[in-house]
């Protein structure tokens, strides 16, 4: 179990960012129930995602560690209010076609709905995107994973 004791003594100094994961689609979980944040203009839920596995197109051979259970999150931007927001439809897509998951009908499905994704699988695809000087592995699109 992780502890704040293991890392209280680290020189950070020696601390370097590691590597994004390589671009490339992956087999991903949501790994715990998503989480919302409010904020002026939109909501943001964001699925918490444990890697299972690389698809063929991921190049690993300049990866120096194994990318199964590395970290990624998805996230679906809702802007109420917004006539043509389409992240309400983005987040219906999601969770039925992209995870299988039923959103019980009338209101206040939602969160029901959000609790049965833990542990679903679906295909990530990943990008890089640069900010400043750093490179982050980020969810460009997602897909229903083939079995």
């Known amino acids: 179990m992780a502890s704040f004791a293991s890392i209280a003594e680290t020189d950070f100094s020696t601390v370097e960012r590691p590597k ?7 087999v991903v979980a949501v790994r715990s129930v ?14 918490p995602l444990r890697v299972v596995s690389a698809t063929d197109d991921v190049d690993l051979s300049e990866y120096d560690s194994n990318v199964v259970g590395k ?5 679906i931007w809702i802007r109420p209010g917004d006539k043509d927001d389409t992240g309400m439809f983005k987040l219906k897509k999601f969770l039925e076609d992209t995870l299988g998951v039923e959103i019980p009908p009338g209101k206040g499905g939602l969160p029901r709905a959000l609790n ?6 679906f295909l990530a695809t ?14 460009k699109s997602v897909r229903a994973a083939v079995d």
């Open 34 to 47: 998503p989480t919302s944040t409010d904020r002026d203009d939109a909501i943001i839920i964001e699925f």
């Open 71 to 75: 970290f990624l999150r998805h996230s």
């Open 116 to 121: 049965d994704t833990i542990g679903k699988e």
């Open 20 to 26: 994004p994961l390589p671009v490339g689609a992956y």
């Open 126 to 139: 990943v990008v890089w995107t640069q900010k400043d000087e750093d490179t982050f592995a980020n969810v």
